[in-house]
């Protein structure tokens, strides 16, 4: 039997016109569009489908959003395809909740909620520093940590072969980027986000994201759900809770937590919500297994069609 395993979508995913065709198609997703701004106190629907984009890609609006319509397209494809079973749940940071989520580990709810105050908390953090992200495109791992260790920069996200991103002080990231490029990288260029994500400057969130984590009912998830920080399962509440706190300044190994599932016997990924960019990483992680997405209408159609073929 082969083992199929769900993967979030993370920030940066979110589009203009994200969830609207589900919301217009299915009652049920205009249902949760509709609890989420009840939740909230906001029309979040009206910022998914409207925009303006600056709206959306504020990380308060557009952490809660990617959430949202991942746990939609989670819903309707259960909706579609009833028969789905699921042995295992990843999310790419601000994904990691809505795995949890998944996973039994958080309601709906208090995952969307603390998502709403994790982006409100990183956002802060990112006004009171001066920090930046770049992507470090065609160099090993091995030289982009040189490249870090000589600039003073930290690695933020291991996505897959040949490209990792970094985080740190902006005057430091310039630097980086030109050190990167003496030692090989294809590209190294700056990412237009409002801060330094998974890096000490955002250590000012955790506290308050610690105090938002422990008012919420945390479970042990019912199926394995993986922790972007150690790349292996998730254990009980308390070790979630510390974990997702940590994950605030931590690099995410995604490719890491991919190989772990691959060495798990897992066979066919799915990834949930907007965009397609888990995909393009597995892709050249390992291009042998099959790799399905929900994003929008022609994609739910198509990955049931998979899924009963």
């Not at 198609?25 to 906001?42: E, I, K, M």
């Not at 939609?72 to 949890?100: C, N, V, W, Y």
């Not at 908390?121 to 030289?143: N, P, V, Y």
Request: glycine content about 10%.
């Amino acid at each position: 039997m082969s083992k199929t395993a769900l993967l979030f979508a993370g920030q940066g995913a979110q589009a203009v016109g994200m969830g609207r065709d589900l919301a217009q198609q299915y009652p049920s997703a205009r249902q949760w569009f509709d609890q989420a701004n009840g939740l909230l106190g906001f029309d979040l629907a009206k910022v998914c489908f409207e925009g303006p984009e600056a709206e959306l890609t504020k990380t308060e609006n557009a952490q809660p959003g990617i959430l949202l319509v991942g746990w939609i397209a989670f819903e309707l494809l259960k909706e579609r395809a009833p028969g789905l079973q699921f042995h295992a749940t990843a999310g790419l940071s601000l994904g990691e909740f809505t795995a949890l989520a998944a996973a039994g580990a958080l309601t709906f709810s208090d995952a969307l909620q603390i998502v709403r105050q994790r982006g409100r908390f990183m956002q802060e953090a990112c006004g009171s520093t001066r920090g930046g992200m770049a992507a470090i495109i065609g160099l090993d791992e091995a030289k982009t940590r040189e490249a870090c260790a000589e600039a003073g920069v930290e690695l933020a996200n291991l996505n897959c072969p040949g490209q990792i991103v970094i985080s740190g002080p902006a005057d430091r990231l310039e630097k980086a980027c030109e050190i990167a490029k003496s030692k090989g990288a294809k590209k190294a260029m700056p990412l237009a986000v409002a801060g330094a994500y998974h890096s000490a400057l955002m250590a000012g969130a955790k506290p308050k994201l610690d105090a938002a984590l422990a008012a919420v009912a945390i479970k042990t998830p019912a199926v394995t759900a993986l922790s972007n920080v150690i790349a292996q399962p998730h254990g009980d509440a308390a070790s979630i809770r510390a974990r997702m706190v940590e994950q605030v300044t931590s690099s995410v190994r995604w490719e890491d937590s991919m190989r772990y599932l691959l060495a798990q016997g897992f066979t066919r990924f799915i990834e949930l919500g907007p965009g397609k960019a888990l995909s393009g990483f597995m892709k050249r992680i390992d291009g042998g297994v099959q790799m399905l997405n929900v994003a929008d209408l022609p994609s739910l159609d198509a990955t049931v069609k998979a899924l009963a073929g």
